[in-house]
């Protein structure tokens, strides 16, 4: 079972505001910041937003994130059909001593 | 342009060896730590190892540990996972990923560039 938990779908039509949420606890999302990254099976897993609520060039601002306690969220706003992915948090855990990822989060629009 | 590209995925048969490879290009590889990371069939994301950047600290998932060896050559530019008595669980898509930094272990880091996966698949 993957140490962050996440819904296993999500979906929206086009131009809407989807947000997927991850939890967690005091061990990992609670000590430490967390990281989004999409995946669209079949090719390299690109880097969505780092520390809570950065984005990496090239990244729109339609994605952004945010963290409250042991859990964090993406939302997605204006959504596109290239959206369609998985989505997958993660961050470190003090207990495992390794990167941790969510179940993912497939996305559907 | 930045680029990972992972081999050596293949079919092989449990308890046997195989050792996968990830050339990288676009960057100093002697800069950053390096990760595998793998995707099971209809499952997630799972880490599987880390180095840093002068080979001086590794780490493992338990699933892993005692089996599998992580291992990088800088003058090659050249990350390697060498799998041994693989398992039947252990068939999956394995990717490398660059870290931000130089070390593997601790808080606030994350994987800013990914290959696009090699398949490994056991099987009898």
């Known amino acids: 079972q993957p140490v962050l938990t996440q819904p296993p779908s999500a979906s929206g039509t086009p131009g809407q505001t989807v947000t997927i949420f991850c939890s967690g606890d005091k061990f990992n999302i609670g000590s430490d910041t967390v990281n989004w990254y999409q995946h669209v099976p079949g090719t390299a897993p690109k880097l969505l937003i780092y520390?809570?609520?950065q984005r990496p060039s090239g990244v729109p601002d339609r994605f952004s994130g945010s963290k409250s306690g042991t859990s964090a969220s993406l939302a997605i706003s204006g959504l596109q059909s290239e959206d369609e992915a998985d989505y997958y948090c993660?961050?470190?855990?003090?207990?495992?001593?390794?990167?941790?990822f969510g179940g993912g989060t497939k996305v559907t629009v | 342009e930045l680029q990972l590209v992972e081999s050596g995925g293949t079919l092989v048969q449990p308890g046997r060896s195989l050792r996968l490879s990830c050339v990288i290009s676009?960057?100093?590889?002697?800069?950053?730590?390096m990760h595998w990371v793998r995707q099971a069939p209809g499952k997630g994301l799972e880490w599987v190892s880390g180095i840093n950047w002068n080979s001086a600290t590794v780490g493992y998932a338990d699933s892993v540990k005692g089996r599998f060896t992580i291992s990088r050559d800088n003058a090659k530019n050249t990350l390697y996972l060498q799998l041994n008595s693989v398992k039947l669980e252990d068939t999956a898509f394995y990717f490398c990923?660059?870290?931000?930094?130089?070390?593997?272990?601790?808080?606030?880091?994350?994987?800013?560039?990914w290959g696009q996966g090699t398949l490994v698949t056991v099987s009898s």
């Open positions: 990923a660059k870290d931000k930094s130089s070390s593997w272990y601790g808080w606030a880091n994350w994987f800013d560039s």
């Open positions: 520390s809570d609520n």
């Open positions: 993660a961050t470190w855990d003090g207990t495992l001593h390794g990167p941790v």
């Open positions: 676009g960057f100093s590889l002697e800069d950053y730590a």
